[in-house]
């Protein structure tokens, strides 16, 4: 089994920033997600799950949404099992619960059906 549990959300300012971190555990992980990929998600009321961020855990290749593209960063830890998204420059249309998933394919996917596990969610919030 695998477990992943976000951490960081809040309520900020337009313009400010946040640090979303997530925490892999479980057997399974560390058997079968060396080569997996960690991604982020995020989803606004009324609104689908959308792909935000994914890096590789094998080789550190990262991927983001056009929207997200120069404010945000992923990173990962692959010792303490963690990936970060780092997010500069919030706007209010960033307002989301944003969700850390896990894929064992190797291949940096963005659609959310394509991820194995998933965490609880966080929420953030910006206000204008």
């Known amino acids: 089994q695998v477990q992943l549990v976000e951490s960081g959300g809040g309520l900020v300012q337009a313009g400010d920033s946040l640090r979303l971190s997530c925490a892999a555990s479980?057997?399974?992980?560390?058997?079968?997600?060396?080569?997996?990929?960690m991604g982020w998600f995020r989803q606004a009321p009324g609104k689908e799950r959308e792909f935000v961020a994914a890096?590789?855990?094998?080789?550190?290749?990262?991927y983001y949404a056009d929207s997200v593209k120069g404010r945000f960063t992923i990173s990962r830890d692959n010792a303490k099992n963690t990936v970060n998204l780092q997010m500069n420059s919030l706007k209010p249309e960033d307002t989301a619960i944003y969700y850390c998933?896990?894929?064992?394919?190797?291949?940096?996917?963005?659609?959310?059906?394509?991820?194995?596990?998933w965490g609880q969610g966080t929420q953030v919030t910006v206000s204008s």
């Open positions: 998933a896990a894929d064992r394919s190797g291949i940096v996917h963005t659609t959310y059906r394509d991820y194995d596990y």
């Open positions: 890096i590789s855990r094998s080789d550190g290749f990262t």
């Open positions: 479980g057997l399974s992980f560390s058997t079968y997600f060396n080569t997996g990929i």
